[in-house]
DNA sequence: TTGTAGGCGTTATCAA
DNA sequence: TTGATAACGCCTACAA
């Protein structure tokens, strides 16, 4: 199979390689019949313009970047198929990321991308307690970023966003409604981004019904399965909630192992309520009350965003968008 | 921010381009102190080679696809996870894509990265009955593919499999032991494939054990959840099966939710075995019996051996490598 | 060890 | 409507 470009197109077909260039552009003044012979002609030998090439002249690459913390997690997952998708119909490619919590993997890849290998960049980032100075060198005329859900506050970007505070809220006062008193909040960083944003509808939600916001009920995770088992197991045996409100996801199923280890029953002896994205919930032992963030809908909008901006459209509303969570009870938090 | 090429700054530092260019290279002919003088400041103004640039000259992009049929479903995830960070580990990017079980767009997003986008593919196809002639277009010297789980057995590529055929007959017969007899096999297409190696599996174990193989116990399911619950509530209430034998991970969510909705005791009066890679199978109301396959080693192993084609390494042993799925009995399944 | 120069495959400008 | 030509930014013979 030898090498087929738009000159050999041309040569076979006694045209000069701009027609031939032409024919594969929407509008272009170009002939019709003209056009229509080098397309059958192309078609047939099967070629397609050459990426790089296009992407160089044109300095712009039909490609996103989406950049999580990690991959095995169906709320990233979900998000990443929103945009996808989202980006898919607007004829971009779309580029993974997962950083392993790790900001300088964050840092070396967003710098690595920056010289136009990617148009935009949609992000979660690993935490704001990491130095992430690194983003005031990036020139983000040149490559627009958007952040969602977790999120650098100091850090002057549009940001897709939910309803953290107010479902927290919602979310503890429920578990106060089922007589709970002693209601523990498990988080990863309660001073950053979603975990602090969390913790405050927490408190909130404590105060306005009287109840003490005790520290020593707010249990600081970490990545590691096997450590978080272990901390939730001496935490449950010692201070003896009744109830667990699970900023992420993955707290909740390892309390729910360790219930099974501890032979509590819940929500008998301690009633559960999580942020998960979880599509199964309802079939966990027992169904899973869930805070659930409308994932797909992120993945989308910070899309629909970004694509957005990359055709310099304005942006509507405000930098920060923040779009709906639903509290779903279910047997794990009833009385 | 003006612009900042090797020109600009080979120009800064009294130097040719090509000598600038070089400093980036790993081994080139080029001075220590010359290098560290061009990093350095190419550091201070956070330079980064234009990629297209670069991939237009070499060729070759650094970066591979993953395809995924669908997105929402964690066996894929992992093995994209799997794919990403081997891939990761040898300097390349991760281009995702999602073909929503649709061959057409399966063949566009092929033929359209086809010319440079990217050096290799990792796929797991739409379905052996589409019309997938397309695959004999693709150049697959210039972009090689790699096969995982489900193929096109007609197509002459590199296969990364699991012991589907093995593991069925194991999963059966372990149904056969605990004593069922009228075990149905639920499944999205049982003429190609996975479904058809997980359907031999199947038959065979029911006939070594004199059990005959019934027609009317193989569901033939969509990829639709709505029309999949129906299918299953008809077919439990009207043949009385024993124990259903799901070869795909939804199919038992679904099975979960009709048992559910017609007052089905799981296990006592229907068991339940599922190829499934859900982490937390054993969370579940009851704990779902699995056949587990090692989801992001299939990732590991898919994005080594195509690498390892891309440095135009030998690829070792045959075309087909196959990978050891595990039964994990939990009491889904259970006398 | 460094510099010169040509070309990777396109697209855009300008002229015909 | 089409053709000639000059970039896009980088890499690599080859020469110095």
Redesign the interface.
């Known amino acids: ?1 030898s090498k087929i470009d738009i000159i050999s197109i041309a040569k076979a077909l006694n045209l000069s390689k701009s027609t031939v260039s032409r024919a594969f552009k929407e509008n272009s003044d170009i002939n019709p019949n003209t056009r229509s012979r080098i397309l059958a002609y192309a078609n047939d030998l ?8 296009s ?2 002249r044109e300095q712009k ?1 039909k ?1 996103i970047a989406v950049v999580v913390p990690e ?2 997690n ?1 709320y990233f ?2 998000i ?2 929103g945009a ?2 989202t980006a ?1 119909e607007a004829g971009y ?6 950083t392993d919590d790790n900001v300088n993997k964050e840092r070396e890849f967003i ?7 990617v148009d935009g960049v949609l992000m979660s980032v690993v935490g704001e307690r990491e130095d992430h100075s690194y983003l005031n ?3 983000l ?1 040149k490559m627009p970023i958007v952040f969602f859900d977790r999120v650098y506050d100091d850090i002057d970007i549009t940001k897709i966003l939910t309803d953290d505070y107010q479902s927290s809220f919602e979310a503890t006062e429920h578990l106060i409604d089922a007589n709970c008193r002693d209601i523990a909040y498990l988080v990863i960083d309660k001073e950053h981004s979603i975990g602090r944003e969390r913790y405050l509808g927490y408190r909130d939600a404590l105060q306005k019904h009287n109840i003490p916001v005790r520290e020593d009920l707010i249990v600081n995770c970490s990545n590691s399965y096997d450590e978080n088992f272990e901390t939730i197991k001496y935490f449950l045996k010692n201070k003896k909630p009744d109830a667990v409100f699970a900023s992420v996801e993955r707290l909740a ?1 390892s309390t ?2 360790v219930c099974s280890d501890l032979g509590l029953n819940i929500p008998k002896d301690l009633k559960i309520v999580a942020f998960s994205s979880l ?2 919930a ?6 899973l009350s869930t805070v659930t963030q409308p994932a797909e809908q992120i993945g989308q909008e910070a899309a629909r965003i970004l694509l957005k901006k990359l055709k310099n459209e304005e942006v509507e509303g405000s930098k920060q968008i923040v779009l709906k969570s639903k509290l779903i009870i279910r047997r794990s938090s009833q009385l």
């Open positions: 199979m099967n070629y397609r313009p050459n990426h790089y090439a992407n160089l690459s490609t991959l095995s169906n997952t979900q990443i198929e996808e998708q898919k490619h779309t580029l993974i990321f997962a710098t690595s991308i920056s010289n136009g290998k060198n990036i020139d005329e199923f729910y192992y599509q199964i309802a079939l966990l032992s027992p169904p």
